[in-house]
């Protein structure tokens, strides 16, 4: 019983689970709240999409400011 409680916490009202820890590069909002989030261009999150899966983290990490 305890199991399905915990389960429920991490779906939404609807049931579904919520995939925050994805970037879904096909979608116009997410690719512009990357780039924004980052400063760079939406081509360049769509490219660090392609190349690095739409995993937050690897996006995150692959779009990251270079040190001067």
Known sequence: ?????KQASKTTARGRKQ?????AGGQDYEVRYEAKKKR???????KAVKKVSNSRKRVDQ???????
């Open 62 to 68: 692959a779009l990251g400011r270079k040190k001067k």
């Open 40 to 46: 760079r261009s939406k081509a360049a999150v769509k």
């Open 19 to 23: 995939d925050r820890s994805r970037v």
């Open 1 to 5: 019983m305890a199991k399905a409680s």
